[in-house]
């Protein structure tokens, strides 16, 4: 058979789990499905490639493919946060039902190709912390000045609050936040949050994820690569992401819990952020959507098609479900 | 052997040999990833080749995101700064009002002098961390008075090279600032962990001057006409070592408490050096321009060499050098202490010829994940690194400080003398390391003690 | 800056031009103009470390004494910072102050370093300069071509010109290069015709 052997950079630590793993489980269900013909080498981040780079490495062919939150690529493909993590936007299973079924892999795949990249979904979290502050946020005014390190479209949210925004890979947190280059911080799941070190600075940590509902991550691969594969090799491919998928969402879903427990033992104060904060945020949100939206057609098409996704689901969503606070 | 593993070890010993070449450092190392991706590039279209090895120069043409990623690096905008600061310290004359005013209040101690180098050596040490200024700083303000006072050739220049190379150990450190960097470390760990390892070497070099200077007296004479130690005498002196005491600790303590990022710091320390000199009336527009000038051949020489190792360490990993270490250090027929051990021993043996900058762009990120697998503790294996490091600095024939010390030294300072007197120092240091190794609290214990 | 050799160094004053070891090359009338480019502008851009410092001063006294950060202010600080050491490159190579391992070297003839150094240029060095120019030409482009900004929201907007810093560098490098190349070459070949300095 026809032999794949790809290096492959990745943007997070693979021992992070669901955020991370999921292409070490990728790459090692490959290998064995395919015999040994699929040889996927993961690259921990920088060891090849800048975690920033990876989509621009992918895209010049400098490497096959790479692993990574594709809102990382916010400065040079403004629609790209969409894929990645909308505030307020839909749940991980809402995601995926609109990725696999309602045009959104679509959507992604004419938006990265035009940067010659196949964007393949591989992981999918549920909502990040809300992040993790020096003092308690109890009115929105709390915010104001905080020097915070804040990633894709909630974001520039925060920033319209009034915080200054500065965005740094997931190595550099703790140093800053230690060093008090920063005073807060958003990063991801408490598991891995907690893996990073944050609770031993900031002793606040805050919820819900309004920032990120969910967090999706890609295997990218270069189109010319894509193309090149035989249609065994791409399904296969294909199915191991898929199941990628599931399996990240049930990683992240499983461990959260006790991880809380574990942190509220050690001192920190795990609660939920004010409603009227959340509210003020939301209207903030659909400002700065409705400005990206102006500002790049691709980022209106794709915001568009998620709205139109989400009203239909809600009526779904509202009927079918049990309102699980009992 | 497979393709792959020949590659990467013809690769590593191309570098040692070229090396001796005398060319410069950096563009071996980045000329030495062009040749080897073009054999690679060769060999993998014109043979069958079943191991990952480089295919195309897209692959080695990462280097210009590599060298982007030096450039927008927030961490290391530290580096220049810390040096502006020790340049300025020592062209405003600061530094060496602080040799004058120390060496009045130990001249009568015998080897007094060796103990105020030692202890301006320290003061620098925890003031920038800059070898070479510090080096030849001391060689100038003190090799001069030691030889008039016939202290032993070899104990002077063991003395200045040994307290000299304390400053890329005890923090603010950019050798400490570049390994947490690689390793996704907070540097203020690093910083703390290493703080009591490096006074330990500080004292026990000057625990060495006192014993060497009594049991052999004839190696370090009592100066003959040394003022008595009065009141005046300590505060003329310490109103002299005050201001630039201050600063020093200013910077240092900004950074322990968590106030200031090292870059904060490193900017303030360099706006208070200039101040200093501009209160001592030194600062001029000359004085001015040559600090920058030296700044920028400094920051640009040291820089150079972190562009061309890292075109070097990503054709490296294309060729499986990652691999090659990993698997041959865990297949050592050793326990996890003989690895790391073995890792030392190697890094010290490299230490006899590479710099530190390459040894911890290219051989500390290698040997970093099989520690951690190994069940050790990061900061403390990346302190004892340091230590080691630290000690390339005095070992020949590649010794900087060496090179340093000789390249400003009176003519009857020959480098025979440099060599026989830093043996001992050499030892020392070796003890301390060993130290390090076995009290692995003395690592530990602050980083613990400050996140409580 | 002097670049040549001055063996006994005046007091308080410490270059590292008396440290770094030195191959005396003659100078042509090409390398003499080339250099002095390189010179005269590593030392303009040597200004860079003031500004640098005022800036990082500058944020320092907004954060603590008003409680306000600007992210603008922070980037600028690495752009300033790159500056400096990429355009120092070709200056450093310029005045010859890299690091070298002179153990062996110092004790060849002149003409046999000198073609270490040619051989050296012409294998090692300006290779890796057209590999980096070569590719950092697209890396460039395409940051202007898709109007790159700072992923940081508030941060700096035209990505393509910090990068094009790294492309401008490395000219400037082959610059050196090519002038350090001539040097050598009038020494062993007397082309260009070579000028004895000193
Ligand atoms: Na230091
Ligand atoms: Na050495």
Not at chain 1, 255 to 262: L, W
Not at chain 2, 27 to 52: H, P, R
Request: hydrophobic share 50%; proline share 6%.
């Amino acid at each position: 058979a026809e032999k794949v052997r790809w290096r492959v950079p990745v943007a997070f630590a693979s021992d992070l789990p669901g955020l991370g793993d999921p292409i070490t489980y990728v790459a090692d269900s490959l290998m064995k499905a395919s015999g040994g013909d699929i040889e996927l080498r993961v690259s921990e981040p920088g060891k090849l490639v800048p975690p920033f780079e990876i989509t621009d490495a992918v895209k010049n062919n400098k490497v096959p493919a790479g692993y990574t939150w594709i809102g990382y690529d916010q400065g040079k493909i403004p629609a790209s946060p969409l894929f990645a993590a909308v505030p307020f936007g839909m749940e991980p299973w809402e995601y995926t039902a609109w990725w696999y079924e309602s045009g959104g892999r679509q959507l992604g795949e004419e938006v990265y190709g035009k940067q010659n990249v196949h964007p393949i979904l591989c992981s999918i979290i549920g909502p990040e912390t809300a992040g993790w502050f020096r003092n308690p946020i109890n009115v929105l005014d709390d915010l104001k000045g905080l020097k915070i390190r804040f990633a894709g479209i909630g974001g520039r949210v925060i920033q319209q609050v009034g915080a200054s925004v500065t965005m740094l890979p997931g190595g550099e947190i703790f140093q800053a936040l230690e060093k008090g280059a920063i005073d807060a911080t958003e990063f991801s799941m408490p598991a891995i949050d907690q893996k990073l070190g944050f609770d031993k600075i900031v002793k606040y940590n805050y919820f819900p994820g309004w920032h990120q509902a969910f967090t999706a991550s890609y295997l990218l691969v270069n189109k010319d690569e894509w193309g090149k594969l035989s249609e065994a090799n791409k399904t296969m491919i294909d199915m191991a992401c898929t199941a990628a998928v599931a399996r990240s969402t049930a990683k992240g879903e499983a461990i959260q819990g006790g991880v809380i427990k574990t942190l509220q033992e050690k001192g920190v104060t795990a609660s939920k952020l004010p409603e009227p904060i959340l509210r003020e945020l939301q209207k903030v949100t659909q400002q700065v959507m409705a400005e990206e939206a102006s500002k790049d057609a691709d980022f209106k098409k794709v915001m568009e098609s998620q709205k139109a996704f989400m009203e239909t689901y809600k009526i779904w969503k509202g009927l079918a479900y049990l309102p699980r606070d009992f | 052997m497979e393709l792959d593993q020949i590659l990467a070890l013809s690769m590593f010993l191309s570098f040692i040999l070229l090396l001796f070449t005398g060319f410069p450092v950096a563009w071996i190392l980045g000329g030495l990833a062009v040749v080897f991706s073009a054999i690679s590039i060769f060999i993998s279209a014109n043979y069958d080749v079943n191991v990952f090895i480089i295919e195309s120069w897209a692959e080695t043409s990462l280097v210009v995101e590599r060298i982007w990623d030096i450039m927008n690096n927030w961490v290391l905008v530290a580096l220049p700064m810390f040096v502006f600061m020790g340049l300025m310290l020592d062209r405003s004359g600061m530094a060496e009002q602080l040799m004058s005013n120390l060496v009045k209040l130990f001249g009568r101690v015998r080897g007094g002098y060796a103990i105020t180098v030692a202890l301006i050596g320290l003061l620098l040490a925890a003031s920038t961390g800059i070898i070479g200024a510090s080096v030849t700083l001391l060689t100038l303000l003190a090799l001069p008075p030691m030889l008039e006072q016939r202290y032993s050739k070899e104990l002077a220049c063991g003395t200045i090279c040994a307290v000299g190379t304390l400053g890329i150990l005890i923090p603010p450190s950019i050798m400490l600032v570049l390994m947490a960097d690689r390793l996704s470390l907070p540097a203020g760990d690093l910083f703390l962990g290493a703080l009591l390892p490096g006074i330990l070497l500080g004292v026990l070099f000057i625990l060495y001057i006192l014993v060497i200077s009594y049991l052999k007296p004839e190696l370090a004479p009592l100066p003959e006409n040394a003022e008595p130690v009065t009141l005046k005498v300590v505060v003329l002196a310490l109103i002299a070592v005050l201001p630039p005491a201050l600063l020093i600790l200013a910077v240092l303590g900004s950074i322990f408490m968590g106030i200031a990022t090292p870059t904060e710091a490193s900017g303030v320390g360099a706006f208070g050096a200039a101040l200093l000199a501009l209160f001592k009336g030194r600062l001029n527009f000359r004085m001015l321009k040559d600090v920058s000038i030296e700044t920028t051949k400094t920051t640009a020489f040291i820089f150079a060499i972190f562009v061309g190792a890292t075109a070097y360490s990503l054709v490296l990993r294309g060729l499986g050098g990652d691999e090659l270490v990993a698997s041959g250090l865990k297949s050592l027929p050793f326990g996890p202490d003989g690895v790391v051990i073995a890792i030392l021993c190697v890094v010290f043996i490299l230490g006899f010829f590479l710099d530190w900058v390459e040894i911890t762009l290219i051989v500390l990120p290698l040997v970093a994940p099989v520690v951690v697998e190994l069940g050790f503790d990061l900061v403390w294996f990346t302190v004892v690194f340091a230590v080691c490091l630290q000690t390339s600095f005095l070992t020949p024939p590649v010794g900087f400080a060496l090179f340093y010390l000789k390249g400003v030294a009176p003519p009857e300072i020959r480098i025979g003398h440099v060599y026989r007197g830093v043996v001992p120092f050499i030892i020392l240091q070796l003890v301390g390391l060993m130290i390090t190794y076995l009290w692995k609290d003395l690592v530990l214990w602050l980083p613990s003690v400050a996140y409580g | 800056m002097n670049p040549s050799v001055d063996p006994t160094p005046s007091e308080g004053s410490i270059h590292f031009s008396h440290i770094v070891h030195h191959t005396t090359l003659p100078s042509n009338i090409i390398s003499l103009k080339l250099d002095g480019f390189i010179r005269r502008l590593g030392e303009i851009i040597s200004w860079v470390w003031l500004p640098l410092m005022l800036v990082i001063i500058f944020n320092v006294t907004m954060r603590y004494a008003f409680g306000q950060g600007r992210i603008e202010l922070e980037e600028i600080q690495w752009h300033f910072y790159s500056i400096g050491f990429i355009f120092g490159l070709s200056y450093c190579y310029q005045s010859d102050s890299h690091v070298r391992i002179d153990i062996l070297h110092d004790r060849l003839s002149l003409k046999l370093q000198t073609w270490i150094e040619l051989l050296g240029i012409f294998f090692f060095l300006l290779p890796f300069i057209a590999l980096v120019i070569i590719y950092a030409t697209p890396f460039v482009y395409d940051a202007y071509k898709i109007n790159e900004v700072s992923q940081a929201p508030g941060g700096l907007p035209y990505r393509w010109l910090i990068k094009s810093v790294l492309l401008i560098g490395f000219i400037l490098l082959a610059i050196a290069a090519i002038s350090r190349l001539l040097r050598c070459t009038s020494l062993l070949f007397g082309l260009p015709k070579p000028i004895r300095q000193g």
